[in-house]
């Protein structure tokens, strides 16, 4: 592969090889990139939903704590 990349210009090694590669694996790798940024969302979304409830139970138990000592 080395041997058959010396003769070639600058430009076919960093423009053109790599143009090639974004067309031919374009797709796979738009649907990687989208795959994995839909799971950090839903993870997001997940830790947001589990802190709300910790949050919503703590102020719960907090106030009903504090009316039975009275």
Partial sequence: MRE???GMP???KWVAIPVIALVV???LIAS???FVIGLLFKLL???ALVGGL????????SSAGSRGDW
């Fill in 32 to 34: 990687v990139v989208g």
């Fill in 4 to 6: 058959m990349l010396t």
């Fill in 45 to 47: 979304v997940f830790v």
């Fill in 25 to 27: 694996f374009g797709g």
């Fill in 54 to 61: 910790v949050f919503v139970v703590r102020k719960f138990m």
């Fill in 10 to 12: 600058w430009w076919v």
